[in-house]
Structures are given as structure tokens and as C-alpha cells.
């Protein structure tokens, strides 16, 4: 049973996750297992070197683990994440697609694949959210 009756309604709820949603996280797509969501990148997402920073890629995965993990159980709050990072992404847009690994009594674990728009690996998420 999901907590959002449609994407519209999530889009609502989660807007008032500010620090995603002013870098320009968006999410596009939710299902009961899981969700997709998206950046366009800009030059406030790059770093000195002139690469997209790490930190944007772990928002895009962080809010895409909270998606999934509230709508499948609203109340619910990371007890511990990892992220790995696989390369540099290319392109100027990045996907993250989380899906529902494990759905515990008082836990839940997630998997959050971060891509870029050449379709190059650029990240893999892994967060356990706690249930209130």
C-alpha cells in the first residue's frame, strides 16, 4: 500500500524537502516499489576541477531513497547510508532509480543506481530507513 495516491501528490509533499528540490532534484516516476528521479546539471552542481560535485549525486540518491522509502511507509528516516561512487559522470542530466531491497517490521533496505544521460554508471546507493 503506497502513502501517495499519485506522483502529483508525492511532488507536493516532497517539495518542502528544500535542500533537493532548490539544487533541482524532480522526481518523475513512483511506484509502490520504488521511484525515479532526476537532475539536470548546472554549473552550481559543478566543483573546481569542473566535475559534477559528489555531494550531488548522493542529494539525488538520498532524495530518491526517501521517495521510495516513504511512500512504501510514510514516517520513515535513514539509519545508515553508503554510497559508492563508479565514475565521473558525462552528459547533463542525471537518473537516480531506487527500488525496495528488503521490507522489514521496523526496517527497510534500499538500492538507489545513479546514471547519467550517456548511460554511464555514476553512482550506487544503499540506505536503511527506519520506520517511525
Known amino acids: ?3 501517495f495516491s499519485t506522483v502529483e501528490e508525492a511532488r507536493e509533499y516532497f517539495k518542502n524537502d528544500r535542500f533537493a528540490t532548490v539544487n533541482g532534484m524532480a522526481l518523475d516516476e513512483l511506484t509502490e516499489d520504488g521511484c525515479v528521479c532526476s537532475v539536470v546539471l548546472g554549473e552550481n552542481h559543478r566543483n573546481a576541477l569542473g ?3 559528489g555531494g550531488v549525486l548522493f542529494t539525488l540518491a538520498d532524495f530518491a531513497f526517501a521517495v521510495a522509502s516513504n511512500n512504501r511507509h510514510e514516517g520513515t528516516v535513514a539509519i545508515d547510508v553508503h554510497i559508492h561512487f563508479l565514475a565521473a559522470p558525462k552528459g547533463t542530466r542525471l537518473t537516480a532509480r531506487a527500488s525496495c531491497v528488503k521490507d522489514g517490521r521496523t526496517t527497510a533496505v534500499y538500492e538507489v543506481k ?3 544521460d550517456t548511460g554511464r554508471d555514476a553512482a550506487l546507493f544503499i540506505g536503511t530507513g527506519y520506520k517511525l
Open 1 to 3: 500500500m503506497s502513502t
Open 51 to 53: 566535475g559534477v560535485m
Open 114 to 116: 545513479v546514471t547519467d
